[in-house]
C-alpha cells in the first residue's frame, strides 16, 4: 500500500537526486557558487527529518515534501535552467509561495507551542506571528540577495529595486493567505 510518507519519500529522494547531480555538474563546469548554492540546499532538505527526528515536534509530510520541492524548483529549475529569465513570473511565483510555506512553518511554531500551553495568545496575535514569521525571512532573503550580488558578483535581484518590492510584495501576500486560514483555523478550530 502506498502511503503519504512513502510518496513523500520517493519524491524527496529523487529531487536530492537531481539536486546532488547539479552540484557534480557545476563542480565540473567550475560553478563555485552554484556548487555552494546547491550544496547548501541539499543539506537544507534534510532539515524537516532532523527537526522530526530530534525532537518531540512532528513536521507533516506534506510541509516537508512542499519543502524539497520548493528547494527544486528554485535552484534546479530556476537557477541551473534558467527558469528565473526564461519565464517573467517564476520568480514571483517562487516567492509567493515561499511566503504561504513560511507563514505555515511560523503557524505550526506558535500553534504546537500554543496547544501545549507553553504560549498563550490570541488567534489573531498567532496570524500576526505568522505574517511576520513569514516577512521576517522574506527580508532577510533578499538581504542575502543583495550581499551576493554585491560581494560574489551575482545577479540574484536581476533588475534591482523592482524585483526586491516585487519579491516583497508577493511574500506578503502569500503570508497573509497564510495567517488568514491559522487565524480561522484556530479561533474556529476546523
Same mark, same amino acid.
Given at each position: 500500500?502506498?502511503?503519504?510518507?512513502k510518496?513523500?519519500?520517493?519524491?524527496g529522494?529523487?529531487?536530492?537526486? $537531481?539536486?546532488?547531480?547539479?552540484?557534480?555538474?557545476?563542480?565540473?563546469? !567550475?560553478?563555485?557558487?552554484?556548487?555552494l548554492?546547491?550544496? %547548501?540546499i541539499?543539506?537544507?532538505?534534510?532539515i524537516p527529518? =532532523?527537526?522530526?527526528k530530534?525532537?518531540? =515536534?512532528?513536521?507533516?509530510?506534506?510541509?516537508?515534501?512542499l519543502?524539497?520541492?520548493?528547494?527544486?524548483?528554485?535552484?534546479?529549475?530556476?537557477?541551473?535552467?534558467?527558469?528565473?529569465?526564461?519565464?517573467?513570473?517564476? #520568480?514571483?511565483?517562487?516567492?509567493?509561495?515561499?511566503? $504561504?510555506?513560511?507563514?505555515?512553518?511560523?503557524l505550526?511554531?506558535l500553534?504546537?507551542l500554543?496547544?501545549?500551553?507553553?504560549?498563550?495568545? @490570541?488567534?489573531?496575535?498567532?496570524?500576526?506571528?505568522t505574517?511576520?514569521?513569514?516577512m521576517?525571512?522574506?527580508?532577510?532573503?533578499? =538581504?542575502?540577495? $543583495?550581499?551576493?550580488?554585491?560581494?560574489l %558578483?551575482?545577479?540574484?535581484?536581476? @533588475?534591482g529595486?523592482? #524585483?526586491?518590492?516585487?519579491?516583497?510584495i508577493? #511574500?506578503?501576500? !502569500?503570508?497573509?493567505?497564510?495567517?488568514?486560514?491559522?487565524?480561522?483555523?484556530?479561533?474556529?478550530?476546523?
Open positions: 500500500m502506498i502511503t503519504a510518507k510518496v513523500e519519500n520517493i519524491v529522494y529523487i529531487l536530492r537526486l $537531481f539536486i546532488l547531480i547539479a552540484i557534480i555538474g557545476s563542480t565540473y563546469t !567550475g560553478q563555485w557558487i552554484m556548487v548554492l546547491s550544496s %547548501g541539499l543539506i537544507m532538505s534534510f527529518d =532532523i527537526i522530526t530530534k525532537t518531540t =515536534i512532528n513536521i507533516p509530510e506534506e510541509f516537508e515534501l519543502f524539497i520541492i520548493f528547494i527544486f524548483a528554485a535552484v534546479i529549475l530556476g537557477e541551473l535552467n534558467g527558469y528565473y529569465t526564461k519565464i517573467w513570473w517564476w #520568480d514571483l511565483m517562487l516567492h509567493s509561495i515561499a511566503g $504561504f510555506n513560511l507563514g505555515l512553518w511560523g505550526t511554531i500553534f504546537i500554543y496547544e501545549e500551553e507553553k504560549v498563550q495568545a @490570541s488567534p489573531i496575535l498567532i496570524a500576526m506571528f505574517f511576520c514569521f513569514a521576517a525571512i522574506g527580508a532577510v532573503w533578499e =538581504i542575502f540577495e $543583495f550581499a551576493g550580488d554585491q560581494i %558578483g551575482t545577479n540574484m535581484l536581476r @533588475s529595486l523592482l #524585483d526586491t518590492m516585487g519579491d516583497l508577493v #511574500d506578503a501576500i !502569500g503570508a497573509l493567505i497564510a495567517s488568514t486560514l491559522g487565524y480561522f483555523y484556530i479561533k474556529y478550530n476546523k
